[in-house]
């Protein structure tokens, strides 16, 4: 089985082909958000190097959401083009849960945080005791009420993302359970995450078409938003 | 044995509220053109909201260009290359489908062309008239644009003049919400207009100061919102269809009057219009009237051809094709590029 597999959900991009047992390519770059004229064109450039024929490829993987609104629709609309050229199917993989992948196999809690403005996070709660689990969906909320949630549960906490340090000082004041900030080279989303989750989803039947798939949010457009408060107030 | 053999372009459209694909044969032959369009959702919102249109752009866009592979009868092995707008438009949507014709032009082994959107809606007139070649002069007018273009060859265009301001559309959505009638302002007010007299009011015709063919509406607008304004003050009750007729034709006129100078300054016996407001009656009425007064022929559109679609796109494709025009798989969205860039 081999996979694609994309990130673009937030600053960095990121493309790798993953087998079951192993990465054979990853290309990924946490510099400048460009990724309209970078994702593809570093798909182009570790399939030549790999000498990829992307007809044996088996799916599609993206991160799917939250992040970006644009980063998000970059990725998925070239998923989605891949997918319909070569008739294959793709994996919606969430952000937050790609981004925990990361850290595979940690016995504390992974809590990956990115920055989602307005004053909160998009984050989530996961564990790797007897396997891959989610303690809390991935949600958008203020880092505050994520740390009452985390000290509730009780557990050591280790966290990632690009929210780390915006929110790394609020986080070390209002936490009382132990935690820990992952190091450089596991703190960003990473395509092989993605594509190593990705073949566990296809293994479970957890795909979708190309025509299926579409970014998940986590949030109203402003306008729908705005919309909804006039409506509530009338 | 030296037969020729065809040409296929699969086109994609994405810079606005329409989400649209198309295949098209030898630059003039349209074997499917697949609209979908997003309308009813941005009404509610009284006009187009950029968020919303890129989202519902990625929820249809593969069904969108799987229907016109599939109304065209070809596969994508079949295509020569895929043509896709990147601009001018709305940076989130345009996105979308530049991303997904990038992928698709990738992964299938196929050249990608980008397409300047006015260039699209001016090819819209080779569609219906085969006959139609440069040289000849046209104006683009819809909700975002204004510009009147002269064509000096396939891909080859100088502008002559554009809004000042407001876009024609625009000044008809903006006008049609002032009064009553809603988005979209365009065929609302056409239809309302029918009922009402032209000469009603005596709305301004604005021309720009040296520069004879540029246009301005925002002033008519604004006369148009005074106007209402000053019959709610003195408790009086306008006429719906008489400020609808008498706004139209205050606009009508204009385009109208630079465009004709601009045909007798140039000399050309070939005059079109494109875009969404292209499928005016009034607009198409007047300039039909003037440009037989001159002796000159007159283009359009057919309604379906003058609104965002991708059949358009994929004959301005198909010339850049053939010109040599080829993107690399770094082509980005540029929201504002210029006519004629490259």
């Given at each position: 089985m081999r996979i694609l597999a994309l990130d673009s959900s937030g600053l960095v991009a990121s493309a790798a082909v993953v087998e079951e047992d192993q990465t054979i390519a990853e290309y990924t770059v946490n510099y400048k958000k460009t990724h309209s004229q970078t994702l593809l064109p570093m798909v182009d450039e570790i399939a030549g190097m790999i000498e990829l024929d992307l007809g044996t490829l088996d799916a599609i993987a993206v991160a799917a959401g939250p992040g970006s609104f644009t980063?998000?629709?970059?990725?998925?609309?070239?998923?989605?083009?891949?997918?319909?050229?070569?008739?294959?199917?793709?994996?919606?993989?969430?952000?937050?849960?790609?981004?925990?992948?990361?850290?595979?196999?940690?016995?504390?809690?992974?809590?990956?945080?990115?920055?989602?403005?307005?004053?909160?996070?998009?984050?989530?709660?996961?564990s790797f005791q007897g396997g891959f689990s989610t303690v809390v969906d991935q949600c958008a909320v203020p880092v505050v009420e994520l740390a009452d949630r985390l000290n509730e549960l009780g557990q050591a906490v280790i966290f990632l993302g690009d929210g780390v340090p915006v929110y790394r000082d609020v986080l070390d004041e209002a936490l009382s359970v132990p935690h820990t900030y992952a190091p450089a080279h596991m703190n960003r989303q990473r395509a092989a995450s993605v594509g190593a989750l990705g073949i566990e989803y296809f293994k479970q039947g957890r795909t979708e078409t190309a025509a299926q798939h579409a970014p998940d949010y986590l949030r109203m457009s402003q306008a729908e938003r705005e919309r909804a408060q006039r409506e509530k107030k009338e | 044995m030296n037969e020729k053999k065809d040409i296929l372009i699969l086109a994609i459209e994405s810079s606005c509220d329409e989400t649209a694909a198309a295949v098209v044969r030898n630059g003039r032959e349209i074997l499917s053109n697949i609209i979908y369009s997003q309308i009813d959702l941005h009404t509610l919102y009284g006009g187009v909201v950029p968020e919303i249109a890129s989202r519902k752009h990625i929820e249809k866009i593969n069904q969108v260009i799987e229907k016109a592979l599939a109304e065209a009868g070809v596969s994508l092995q079949d295509i020569d290359a895929v043509g896709v707008t990147y601009g001018p438009g709305l940076v989130g949507a345009l996105l979308v489908g530049v991303a997904e014709a990038k992928a698709i032009a990738y992964a299938a082994g196929k050249p990608l062309v980008g397409v300047h959107h006015i260039e699209g809606h001016i090819a819209a007139n080779f569609i219906e008239h085969r006959e139609l070649e440069p040289p000849f002069l046209c104006?683009?007018?819809?909700?975002?644009?204004?510009?009147?273009?002269?064509?000096?060859?396939?891909?080859?265009?100088?502008?002559?003049?554009?809004?000042?301001?407001?876009?024609?559309?625009?000044?008809?959505?903006?006008?049609?919400?002032?009064?009553?009638?809603?988005?979209?302002?365009?065929?609302?007010?056409?239809?309302?207009?029918?009922?009402?007299?032209?000469?009603?009011?005596?709305?301004?015709?604005?021309?720009?100061?040296?520069a004879p063919y540029d246009f301005s509406f925002s002033g008519v607008k604004s006369a148009v919102l005074n106007y209402i304004n000053g019959c709610k003050m003195k408790g009086e009750s306008f006429r719906q269809a008489d400020v609808a007729a008498s706004f139209q034709k205050a606009v009508t006129d204009v385009l109208v009057g630079n465009a004709m100078h601009a045909v007798e300054e140039f000399g050309v016996d070939k005059f079109a219009i494109a875009g969404g407001v292209a499928a005016n009656s009034a607009l198409r009425q007047a300039m039909a009237q003037a440009c037989e007064e001159r002796g000159i022929k007159f283009y359009y559109p057919s309604p379906i051809y003058c609104t965002d679609n991708a059949a358009m796109i994929g004959v301005a494709a198909y010339y850049e094709y053939i010109n040599g025009t080829r993107h690399g798989w770094d082509l980005n969205a540029v929201p504002n590029l210029r006519l004629g860039e490259r």
């Open positions: 980063g998000l629709r970059i990725g998925s609309a070239t998923a989605k083009g891949l997918g319909l050229a070569l008739d294959i199917p793709l994996i919606h993989i969430p952000t937050l849960e790609g981004l925990a992948y990361n850290l595979y196999g940690v016995s504390e809690m992974v809590c990956p945080l990115m920055d989602a403005r307005r004053k909160q996070v998009y984050t989530g709660v996961y | 104006l683009v007018v819809s909700g975002g644009h204004t510009h009147l273009v002269r064509v000096r060859d396939y891909g080859k265009f100088d502008i002559l003049g554009r809004t000042r301001d407001d876009a024609a559309g625009e000044a008809f959505d903006k006008v049609a919400r002032a009064i009553g009638l809603g988005y979209p302002g365009g065929p609302k007010i056409d239809k309302v207009a029918k009922e009402g007299n032209p000469d009603a009011v005596q709305f301004p015709r604005a021309h720009v100061e040296d």
